[in-house]
């Protein structure tokens, strides 16, 4: 009988890059400080109030890239322009300055609150490996209202979740180094079926189940589909993990890891993958998408 799962996500600790997904990550808390809501085009984002006399603590683990959007405050319906500058600093160490000037912006307000927004002005910057306490600082201006977010750095991938199916016959533990993943096995006829809400990539990482008969290069085929209309098929040729093994499957040996990936459109997706080839045997399932950023976007 197949187990029933509850559908869960666990966040994996994955670099990501802003030329590979550009995905950011708001930070929603600050030590010291309360957020803000700030409605963009009605949509609410997390910003902290920054003043000349109250900087900001942002604590960042690297490598990453940080970025900064900023918002000056002026008085109700003011039309002015105001000049201000937010700087980025560690350990007294400046990493980055923003030197700008903005005017009040349309379709955007603070809520619950009186004042006008000035229009966006950003700056990114990178920090390298370790763990990073940045002060941010204003001058010229009484008060700015700053949106920070993080990314890992360029060339990387994006942060992933994993899915835990909703129906999947068994799981399955890979240890590989220091990590141990969950996997989830796909036998002939005992798919795994996952619950994707969209639009993103669903990403499957697969591992052929190697008993003590098989040797060197085998291949396997998958299936993905949707109320039973084939969306992909994919076959791939492996061979046996050097490094990986199953802490809970000691009968069988894993193969390298193959990727597969589908795009998913709006709205919520179950997604059937089914082992097509061999007919006899077991594959092993991780599937995975990029971690939501809800609002992460101006």
């Known amino acids: 009988m197949m187990m029933r799962l509850a559908l869960a996500f666990a966040a994996l600790a994955l670099a990501a890059g802003e030329a590979a997904a550009a995905r950011w990550t708001a930070f929603e808390k600050l030590p010291g400080a309360t957020p803000v809501q700030v409605l963009v085009r009605e949509k609410p984002r997390a910003y902290f109030r920054l003043t000349p006399q109250a900087p900001l603590t942002v604590t960042v683990e690297g490598p990453a890239q940080v970025r900064l959007t900023t918002r000056v405050e002026l008085p109700p319906g003011s039309a002015r322009i105001a000049a201000y500058a937010v700087r980025a600093l560690e350990g007294g160490r400046l990493l980055e300055e923003l030197a700008t000037e903005s005017s009040a912006a349309a379709e955007v307000r603070l809520q619950g609150g009186s004042a006008a927004l000035g229009k966006s002005r950003k700056m990114t910057f990178d920090v390298p490996a370790g763990n990073h306490r940045l002060t941010l600082t204003l001058g010229g201006a009484a008060a700015a209202l700053v949106r920070v977010q993080r990314s890992a750095p360029r060339g990387g991938e994006p942060p992933m979740v994993t899915l835990t199916p909703v129906a999947a016959a068994r799981s399955v533990l890979v240890a590989e180094g220091e990590k141990t993943i969950p996997y989830y096995s796909v036998m002939p006829g005992q798919p795994v079926r996952v619950r994707v809400v969209g639009p993103t990539t669903l990403e499957v990482l697969a591992r052929l189940d190697y008993d003590a008969t ?27 993990a050097t490094t990986a093994t199953y802490t809970n499957l000691k009968d069988r040996v894993p193969s390298k890891f193959d990727r597969a990936t589908l795009p998913v459109g709006e709205g919520t997706h179950e997604i059937t993958i089914e082992l097509v080839q061999p007919v006899r045997g077991s ?16």
Do not use: C, D, W
């Open 214 to 240: 098989m040797r060197g290069t085998q291949s396997y085929r998958l299936r993905f589909s949707e109320r039973k209309q084939v969306l992909s098929e994919v076959e791939f040729r492996t061979t046996k």
């Open 283 to 298: 594959a092993e399932i991780h599937a995975r998408i990029p971690e939501p950023s809800v609002g992460n976007e101006e």
